[in-house]
């Protein structure tokens, strides 16, 4: 086990420490960061396939870009936390603010508590598992991947999104513009057990407790009878 | 019938017949004017000043004995890396979508010819453009279509994009006769949508996070590439002065004459401020902070020639950016597909209908049997050309200044022809030391 003391050796010496990984054949993989006090861009752009768990709340843009590493928060995680995601786990054991995922393009984004506006933001592969609630504007233009929320969404989800999928086991307040609900098919309950199961809640939630939403596509060629929908 | 003169037909200035055209199209229609490129009115631009060459008071250079050097350096505030250019014109951001591969191949190839830069696009990296750019700068745009962490570590640039001249606070558009298979692939999109973009970055607003976004962006590449931030020609003070603070190496700053791939005409014509009213303000605030020169500025929209080039350095920027004059030295808008664009209801050099995917040339089109029309190494080599004439003309202008590098030029090597043209670039009138707004005799 790797402990890195942020407050003591700063940011700059811990993703250089980290990005050194790349590449490389090492027995370096687990990592703990402690002292992480709101810090922002904590374990950005690491690509190793190691272990990492920050003891404490982070700032923004924890895990950006991460790919191939398995970083677990014990806290809570400010704005885009995993944004751009390509691969690897993200795991947050608190609540994430503003934008968690934003344009993840793969791996896993699992959310203990809740979060916050705009989880998911045009989201392009990246799956994500909230045990919470989900703020306002969640999934606006989400691209592709898979939304799971074991509570309830806030207004305007799935806005103006294109085929990403979407699963909330509680109530929604409001759909976006162009986001329906859709009927879930034998396919849906497989891959959803199989992500409640990745996101560390088959206990929690059954896939037959869920509703899905997705594109209604009627605003993927632009109709000026649909205009007062933009 | 009487055989009295009749009044003669007479037109509107208001309700001109192009506007009445218009009109006519949106009531048949029912949606507005979409197009590619930049402003077509007429605006105060570089055309309305002139340099002071040199006489008694200064002495000019040699031209063809005198060195008068054209390099430039980007980055140097924090990058570990900073870019060094051998001339001061840059190729504009450009996306792969908007473009061929081959034309964006053939922008790397004549780039890096001519010693310059090349710039992605919202469409994410083309192995065309790695491949023959020597210096690539990746764009990082709010819809971060094909953005991952490989790329911004081979890239040699980042350029944060807030906005563009064309639509300063809108976002891209390309239209589904543009996605193609292989655009739909980079853009994780559904193929032959119409594909819009969107006007705000999806993970930040406002320039403290800004500010935090830059450290990300910093951190995931180990401070080596330069970044810069790009903003639309609109309030041009404050968006350099929040850039600088947000921690910005270079700034580009981009007029409303700057292209646009597509978007509405209206956008086009209506919003933003010509490029000569944003560069004053740009180095006025760089000034302020104490950063000109420290913090580079890059400009564009409406840059065509060497004159252009100098007479932008001389107002304080750094480099310029080229995107509409490097399409058409590529080729685009070329008489020789005349009867094509006939076909299409247009004209050689009025061509815009970029996004509709059918340019002859073969150049704003992912159509192959048209863009295998164009030739990349030929398309590279008149790039280099034009490049080449531009830094020769500057180098003309600079030495006839008497200045030993085109940055050495300054405003007062500058008078103006307008009164307007003297308020917006801060030089006097022609035969006045009169500067609108600030002083001087008439």
């Given amino acids: 086990m790797q402990t890195f003391d942020l407050s003591a050796q700063g940011l700059r010496a811990l993703n250089s420490s980290l990005h050194a990984l790349r590449g490389q054949t090492t027995n370096m993989t687990s990592w703990e960061i402690i002292n992480p006090r709101g810090a922002h861009a904590i374990a950005a752009g690491v690509d190793a396939p190691v272990e990492i768990t920050v003891r404490g709340s982070t700032g923004y843009y924890c895990a950006g870009m991460n790919k191939q590493a398995t970083i677990r928060i014990a806290g809570s995680a400010g704005p885009g936390v995993a944004e751009n995601m390509m691969s690897g786990t993200v795991i947050i054991d608190g609540d994430a603010s503003q934008y968690a995922g934003a344009t993840g393009r793969g791996g896993l984004l699992v959310i203990k508590g809740n979060a916050s506006s705009r989880c998911g933001i045009s989201m392009k592969g990246i799956d994500i598992v909230v045990h919470g609630n989900i703020g306002h504007m969640s999934a606006f233009m989400a691209q592709s991947g898979n939304l799971v929320v074991l509570g309830d969404a806030g207004e305007a989800l799935g806005d103006s999104l294109y085929e990403a999928r979407l699963f909330v086991r509680g109530s929604v307040k409001t759909l976006g513009t162009d986001c329906i609900e859709k009927e879930m098919r034998p396919e849906h309950y497989e891959a959803l057990e199989q992500l409640l199961r990745r996101g560390e809640a088959d206990g929690k939630a059954k896939p037959e407790q869920f509703r899905r939403y997705g594109s209604a596509r009627k605003l993927y060629t632009f109709n000026i009878d649909n205009a007062s929908a933009y | ?442």
């Fill in chain 2, 1 to 442: 019938m009487s055989d009295f003169p009749r009044t003669p037909p007479r037109y509107s200035a208001t309700f001109t017949p192009a506007v009445n055209a218009e009109i006519r199209r949106a009531a048949a229609t029912g949606i507005y004017d979409i197009r590619g490129g930049g402003t077509k009115r007429h605006l105060p631009h570089f055309d309305d000043l002139l340099f002071l060459g040199a006489s008694i008071s200064r002495y000019p250079l040699e031209g063809y004995r005198e060195k008068c050097t054209t390099d430039v350096w980007l980055g140097t505030r924090h990058a570990k890396k900073p870019i060094h250019l051998d001339i001061p014109v840059t190729i504009a951001g450009m996306s792969f979508g908007a473009l061929s591969g081959p034309a964006k191949e053939a922008l790397g190839r004549g780039a890096s010819a001519a010693g310059t830069s090349t710039t992605t696009g919202d469409g994410g990296m083309t192995e065309e453009e790695r491949g023959h750019s020597k210096t690539l700068v990746y764009q990082y745009l709010p819809s971060r279509y094909g953005m991952n962490p490989d790329d911004l570590r081979r890239a040699d640039a980042i350029e944060v994009v807030v906005g563009q001249g064309a639509k300063p606070g809108g976002g891209g558009m390309l239209l589904g006769q543009k996605i193609s298979d292989r655009v739909a692939n980079m853009r994780n999109l559904p193929k032959g949508i119409d594909q819009r973009s969107a006007c705000r970055h999806p993970d930040w607003t406002g320039p403290d996070d800004l500010e935090i976004k830059i450290l990300e962006l910093r951190e995931i590449t180990d401070w080596e590439k330069p970044i810069y931030v790009k903003v639309g020609g609109a309030r041009p003070y404050y968006d350099t002065a929040l850039a600088v603070k947000a921690g910005a190496d270079v700034v580009v700053l981009d007029g409303m004459q700057g292209g646009t791939a597509a978007t509405q005409d209206v956008f086009i014509e209506h919003v933003g401020m010509p490029i000569l009213a944003c560069i004053p303000l740009a180095v006025k605030a760089l000034q302020d902070l104490g950063m000109h020169r420290k913090v580079q500025l890059i400009v564009s929209g409406g840059i065509r020639s060497g004159a252009d080039v100098a007479k932008a350095m001389a107002l304080g920027a750094d480099a310029v950016a080229i995107g509409t004059a490097a399409l058409i030295a590529l080729g685009d808008n070329d008489p020789r597909w005349e009867e094509e664009y006939k076909k299409l209801g247009t004209t050689a050099d009025a061509y815009d209908d970029w996004h509709e995917g059918k340019d002859p040339a073969g150049i704003t089109t992912q159509d192959p049997e048209l863009y295998k029309r164009f030739d990349p190494v030929l398309g590279g080599r008149r790039l280099k050309n034009y490049l080449k004439v531009m830094t020769l003309e500057a180098q003309t202008i600079a030495r006839a200044c008497g200045k030993n590098s085109l940055h050495n030029l300054e405003p007062e090597d500058l008078c103006s022809l307008t009164i307007e043209a003297a308020a917006m670039a801060g030089v006097p009138l022609a035969g006045t030391s009169w500067i609108p707004g600030r002083g001087g005799n008439f």
